[in-house]
């Protein structure tokens, strides 16, 4: 029997301790529906990533093997130069989701120009086709890849909240709530030994009182 | 929270192609990876909010990047280098199912 330390067996203290114990049985089961909706969330943010993982990383060897050829046809200080400056620039705007109290980040994603060509910085006369096909492949998977940021970071972020959840979750469930119930069986058991203590008290004092005033032998 | 922008670090090959989206692109190896990640991410002003890194790399700074995993920015995610994958990103996802569910459930 685990009862909580520093606890006097008093009437007042049983109060306190069944109110405890009330507030602890409401909070567990709050965080339990808590970690389960996150589970819940959680697994369907794992199977997005897996796909998107699987997804970028077909693109980008695509891209990196057409970007393998490219450097063979070009010499690598025109293959550097051609790539040196480039026209586009991209900015991320981040805003927060709170899905069960975790902030996930949401990307917004903004180019500085618009058009489409933007993304071959080099003029068409020095450099080889299969370079502008690699280009073409990488921001084709960067949509991908951007939203694979965000499926990732989540799955990181939730991953640590469903954790803390879940200690929580366990230490009501196996320490503190039997704790409590511990502690209050102790005190009640206690109490209930005073009140019988009490009364045998009393019963032998009414005896000594009547033995002395009618000099009575039971 | 705005006017974030993304980097990748990478052996020269792997990323050069990014420089054209428009991405801000660290050539690194695994000599210099340490000071190239710590210099990228500036952990008490961040300006990239996502940093891609070759699983290469990945390996060598492997405690710089689990010390960022809780925190909001940046993001950090491997990804292949010309190499072909390490099967690391994967791996990655399942240590997080593991530290969620408490085991590997897929």
Partial sequence: MAVMSDIKPTRMELKKTKARLKTATRGHKLLKDKRDELMRNFLQIVRENKALRQKVEKGLAEAMASMANASRLMSPEILEQSLLCPKQGVEVDIQLKNIMSVNIPEYGFRTRTDAA?????????????????????LSEVFRDMLELARAEKSMQLMAAEIERTRRRVNALEYVMIPQMQDTIRYITMKLEENERSTTTRLMKVKDQILQEAHDFEY | MNGYKIAVIG???SVMGFRAL?????????????AVFTGVVRAEDPAY???????????PLRTEIDALKDELIPAIIPIPSKNGTLNLGMNALNSAVERAVGSNIL
């Fill in chain 2, 22 to 34: 428009g991405i801000d692109v660290f050539p690194a190896d695994e000599e210099n990876a340490k």
């Fill in chain 2, 11 to 13: 052996d020269r090959e």
């Fill in chain 1, 117 to 137: 060509e933007d993304i071959y910085p080099y003029g068409y006369a020095m450099t080889s086709g299969e370079l502008d096909e690699s280009i073409d492949r």
């Fill in chain 2, 49 to 59: 909010a996502i940093l891609y890194i070759t699983e290469e790399l990945t390996i």
